[in-house]
């Protein structure tokens, strides 16, 4: 322990003496582990940190898994209400199952209305979650029927907000939808669900809602019985499903089910990007480390006879791998507590952009598991960026080393072929993550060139939910939005209004299966589905969704009138390819009593975001005659959209004072929102990408600067002997060029061997796209280059006369 200490204070010293490279060191280090540590606090916060309920492990969610002839491509699929019931009655393997799905619920009673987003559960569902309320108590099974799901449990933050965080809440009402609700619960300050419930209320279920087995729209959770394996839960729920299709043929024929564990289904989708970006800044930290590496061999190669007179003195080679290991551990040691300030700011960046993108599994911040693995990496990282150095000084031949000076005079061979060596994993490291940021900048802008279908440009959307407890009637909900859009249309600089249910790019919608007339019969459940979306006349237009054959929606498309719809493109090519679909006839199979004519056919549009490989087959069906509660209204300005929101919120609330305005975005925002995950890796990725650029060429420039200075004079020889510029500026360029070709194909390989871990990520582009590989490969390469002609021509100005009178 003596010796530790005696080495760190005399590394510090030589550190101290030496502050123009220890702060080089120190940057280089903070940068590598500050980006390090920014991104592990993301994937610990989403992917690592046990979620915030009692044995999460033993939650899971449960899923249907639809007949791939109806849904190609689809792995899971919403729960309906009468198998949800049946699988809660007959397996045997979880302490408690529940069911929910999000819902939105005006608050009244207070200066202006407010739209509050929440949840709809059933009664076991904090069971489930394994929580209990901080006052109050949960629902009771009476409570899922109806008539008696008046009862509401608040959130913390709702409570808070609303309330003042009155400790007497319970027993008050509360208004939603124009309804009192009594408050008979405050969850926990620590408690979130996945879905950001503000509040939750009881299913009330009718007796006619729980035997509805056609129509999936319900989620289902459940909690495993201790003991327990996935694959035994998964067994009996197989067992059940086919039991099911047995009992219910018509309605559950090729529908099976899955069980996916609840942090698998939160974190899926951004599990491989954040993996991603956590390999890549471990690239960034190893190009750091051999950075730095590089820098101190450099630097300690000069004292060489420093070590020969300790060796001399009786010093092992521990004890001088020993001392140069302080020297690195104190390096980075400082560059970790820098690194945390980097971390900082870039937690501060990315929560700021991305937060409301990652699943909500935990706050990111720099909590103390993160602080412990930034101490893990500094440590790891001194300890790589001295192992090269203090081995190869530990080698250092005593005799030799006494018997030569310490000037520019030395050469030293096995440190020049260290240093290459550091070249050439920088430079490979680098190349691989630019081909990775090339792959993500390529993948942008194909979905930028991508056709979204519809002209999103000067486009205002805000939402309108009407409670139906308010307008029951469909005709009062139909007259409501008739009126709203008659309102909306005629404010200044509106050009056009529409309204549908939902909107592209937001993965939201229904899908029905469908009956072709006068094709053969077949069961419910093996009937292909189709998009079904509600729209009012006008929604084309605004959009400028091209009509490609027929005609749109129109006033005299009402409830009387022959039921019509508007195919897409898509729909078209699968059902009639080779016949004009305006004329042909089909049944949505959730109205089974009215068979609906193609009137029109319009231009696809990619509703479920620019990366859906497929377009959607969609029919359109006019508001009229399948008046929806909850719609979207899209309105064309002549100028800036965002401009004519507050005109927009009088409009509705002066048809009804107490309907708030949701959601209020552009569609401009919309679609750029719906690229967000792949602007993310981009960035990230870029940034690291651009930092390992600049590392590798400060690499390649030290190393040959520090050549330079080793060879002056065997470069002052070679020029006193007749050696042109040209020669001396070539020699040097490729002692650079070497180790830095070498890297790049180096990095090519190992870039083609991880193609895999991108290929989730990427779009309209290969994972091994020749041009990107070129690209990346050329433009390392001139980096190379132009780092190693610097140096190179700092050799041409060598004085020969000078270089051979120095010792």
């Known amino acids: 322990m003596h010796n530790i200490w005696q080495d760190l204070k005399y590394g510090f010293r030589v550190l101290r003496k030496n502050p123009g490279f220890a702060a080089g060191a120190i940057v280089v280090l903070a940068l590598g582990i500050g980006a390090n540590t920014a991104i592990f606090s993301v994937v610990n916060a989403v992917l690592l940190r046990p979620l915030p309920y009692r044995d999460p492990g033993r939650i899971a969610m449960i899923y249907h898994v639809p007949p791939q002839k109806s849904f190609p491509g689809a792995k899971i699929f919403a729960v309906s209400p009468a198998n949800y019931l049946d699988w809660q009655a007959q397996s045997s393997v979880f302490d408690a199952m529940s069911t929910f799905h999000p819902t939105t619920m005006t608050v009244t009673g207070k200066d202006q209305p407010e739209a509050a987003s929440g949840m709809v559960v059933s009664s076991g569902f904090f069971q489930v979650l394994g929580t209990t309320p901080i006052m109050g108590r949960t629902f009771t099974p009476e409570e899922d029927t109806d008539g008696h799901g008046n009862v509401v449990v608040l959130s913390y933050p709702f409570w808070q907000s609303h309330f003042g965080a009155d400790p007497k809440v319970i027993g008050k009402s509360l208004t939603f939808n124009g309804q009192p609700y009594s408050i008979i619960g405050v969850m926990p300050a620590h408690f979130q669900f996945f879905y950001q419930g503000q509040y939750f209320v009881p299913l009330g279920w009718t007796d006619q809602d729980r035997a509805v087995r056609n129509n999936h729209n319900y989620l289902v959770i459940a909690r495993l019985k201790r003991g327990v394996s996935l694959q035994q839960a998964q067994a009996e729920i197989d067992t059940i499903s086919t039991r099911l299709e047995q009992a219910y043929p018509e309605d559950d024929k090729g529908w099976g089910a899955t069980i996916v564990p609840l942090r698998e289904d939160l974190v899926g989708d951004v599990r491989p990007a954040l993996l991603v970006l956590l390999g890549a800044v471990a690239f960034v930290l190893l190009i750091a480390c051999a950075n730095v590496a590089n820098l101190v061999l450099a630097k300690t190669l000069g004292r060489r006879k420093e070590i020969a007179i300790r060796t001399a003195l009786g010093a092992n080679w521990q004890r001088v791998i020993q001392q140069m290991l302080a020297e690195t551990l104190l390096l980075a040691a400082a560059g970790g507590a820098f690194g945390l300030l980097v971390a900082h700011a870039g937690i501060a960046l990315i929560v700021a952009f991305f937060g409301d993108k990652l699943p909500q599994t935990g706050a990111v911040g720099l909590d103390i598991e993160v602080l412990g693995f930034t101490l893990a990496i500094s440590i790891l990282a001194g300890v790589i ?173 009402s409830l009387d009138s022959p039921a019509a719809i508007v195919i897409s493109e898509s729909m078209a090519r699968e059902f009639w ?46 508001l009229a005659q399948i008046t929806f509660w909850n719609q979207a209204m899209v309105v064309r300005t002549a100028g ?126 290969s994972e091994s796209d020749p041009f990107t590989f070129l690209s990346v490969s050329v433009l390392l390469a001139m980096v190379a280059l132009v780092a190693s002609i610097l140096p190179a021509y700092r050799a041409t100005k060598v004085d020969p006369m000078r270089a051979l009178r120095e010792e």
């Open 385 to 557: 960026a001295g192992l090269a150095p203090a081995w190869r000084l530990a080698r250092t031949n005593v005799n030799e080393a006494l018997k030569q000076g310490t000037g520019r005079t030395d050469v030293d061979s096995t440190g020049r072929a260290t240093r290459n060596i550091l070249i050439v994993c920088e430079v490979g490291l680098s190349l691989v993550l630019l081909i990775g940021a090339g792959l993500m900048i390529r993948t942008l802008w194909a979905l930028h060139n991508v056709k979204p279908g519809v002209d999103p440009h000067n486009v205002l959307t805000f939402r309108v939910t009407l409670p139906r407890e308010k307008y029951p009637k469909p005709e009062q909900q139909l007259n409501f939005y008739k009126q709203l859009v008659e309102r909306t249309r005629s404010l200044p600089g509106v050009e056009s209004v529409g309204t549908i249910d939902a909107l592209p790019f937001t993965d939201d919608g229904s899908t029905e299966p469908v009956a072709i007339e006068g094709r053969p019969a077949v069961e419910f459940a093996m009937q292909p589905e189709v998009a079904v979306r509600t729209i009012s006349p006008g929604y084309l237009r605004t959009l400028r969704i091209p009509l490609l054959a027929g005609r749109d929606f129109s006033e005299t498309d």
């Open 577 to 622: 390819p080779d016949e004009n679909p305006v004329g042909k006839r089909l049944t949505l199979s959730f109205f089974p009593g009215k068979v609906r004519e193609v009137i029109g056919v319009a231009g696809d549009v990619k509703f479920r975001g620019l990366d859906s490989r497929k377009s959607l087959a969609t029919v359109y069906v006019p």
């Open 640 to 765: 800036d959209p965002a401009s004519s929101a507050s005109a927009m919120a009088v409009a509705v609330h002066q048809q009804d004072a107490d309907q708030p305005l949701r959601d209020v975005r552009t569609m401009d925002d919309i679609l750029a929102d719906s690229l967000s995950q792949q602007r993310f890796s981009m960035l990230l990725l870029a940034s690291f990408a651009g930092l390992a650029l600049v590392l590798a060429a400060v690499g390649i420039y030290s190393v040959l600067a520090y050549a330079v200075r080793q060879r002056q004079r065997e470069i002052g020889i070679r020029m006193a002997l007749g050696a042109q510029l040209s020669d001396v500026l070539r020699m040097v360029v490729a002692e650079g060029m070497r180790p830095a070709l070498i890297g790049v194909a180096l990095g090519l390989a190992g870039a083609l061997a991880l193609k895999r871990a991108v290929s989730s990520l990427v779009f309209g582009v």
